[in-house]
C-alpha cells in the first residue's frame, strides 16, 4: 500500500569542512597511516633524499617532509610538526636531530644508522666534490648569478614549509577549541616577533613558549 521508505542520504559537507575533518583526522599523534617500510626501502629512499639535499637544511626538511608525511603517508603530519618543533633544542645540526627521530619511530635503532647513512654518504660525498669545484669557478659571473637565484628559491621553500609545519598544529587547537586557536596564534606570530626585534636566545624563547602552552593547558584541562 505504502512504497518503500527511503531514506534521504545526509547532504554532502561543504568542502571546506571535508578539507578540515582530513587535516583534522591526519593531524593525529602517532597515527600510523600506512605500513612501515623496509630496511632495504628506507635505506634506499633516505639515499635518493641525500642526493638531492641541495639548498641548505630548510630545503632537506621539506624535501623530507613531502616524502615521509605526503609522499608515503609513513608519518603524520601531526608527529613531524612536533618533531621539527623540538629539534632546536637538541645541540648541533637540527637536520640530523629530525633524521635521527624519523629513523627512530620506523625501525628504531637500525633505522637510526640506515637515515644517517642514507642522508650523510651521498649529500658529504656531493658537497666536497662540489666545495673542491666551486673553489675553482666561484669567481666567474654566471656562477654569482646562479647563487643569487637560489636564495630566493630556498626562502620560498622555507616559507611554504612553515605553512605546513603549522596546519596540524591549528587543526589540534581547533579541537581543543577556539581559545587554544588564539593561544597557538599567539605564540607563533609573539615568538617571530621577539625573534625579529629583541633576539633572544633561541633556548630562551623555547622554554618560554613551551611554558605558556604547558600553563594554558593545565588551566583548561588541570581540574577536570
Do not use: K
Not at 635518493?48 to 639535499?53: A, D, F, N, P, T
Amino acid at each position: 500500500m505504502f512504497p518503500d521508505y527511503q531514506p534521504t542520504p545526509d547532504p554532502q559537507p561543504p568542502a571546506s569542512d571535508a578539507a578540515v575533518r582530513s587535516l583534522e583526522r591526519l593531524g593525529q599523534p602517532g597515527e600510523r597511516l600506512a605500513a612501515l617500510p623496509s630496511h632495504a626501502r628506507l635505506l634506499w629512499v633516505w639515499l635518493s633524499l641525500g642526493l638531492q639535499s641541495f639548498g641548505g637544511g630548510t630545503a632537506t626538511q621539506f624535501m623530507i617532509r613531502r616524502t615521509f608525511v605526503e609522499r608515503y603517508r609513513w608519518i603524520a603530519p601531526a608527529d613531524f610538526t612536533r618533531w621539527r618543533a623540538i629539534c632546536p633544542l637538541t645541540p648541533g645540526i637540527n637536520l640530523l636531530a629530525l633524521t635521527v627521530l624519523i629513523g627512530w619511530h620506523l625501525a628504531r635503532g637500525i633505522g637510526v644508522l640506515l637515515v644517517l647513512g642514507g642522508l650523510l654518504l651521498p649529500s658529504v660525498t656531493i658537497t666536497a666534490a662540489m666545495t673542491a669545484a666551486y673553489a675553482l669557478i666561484r669567481d666567474h659571473p654566471l656562477v654569482a648569478a646562479a647563487l643569487r637565484g637560489v636564495v630566493p628559491a630556498s626562502v620560498g621553500l622555507g616559507l611554504l614549509m612553515a605553512w605546513q609545519l603549522a596546519g596540524p598544529l591549528l587543526a589540534a587547537s581547533r579541537r581543543e577549541g577556539w581559545a587554544s586557536v588564539v593561544v597557538s596564534m599567539v605564540l607563533l606570530l609573539g615568538s617571530g616577533a621577539a625573534a625579529a626585534w629583541f633576539h633572544p636566545s633561541v633556548i630562551l624563547l623555547l622554554c618560554l613558549a613551551g611554558g605558556v602552552g604547558a600553563a594554558t593547558h593545565w588551566r583548561s584541562h588541570g581540574t577536570r
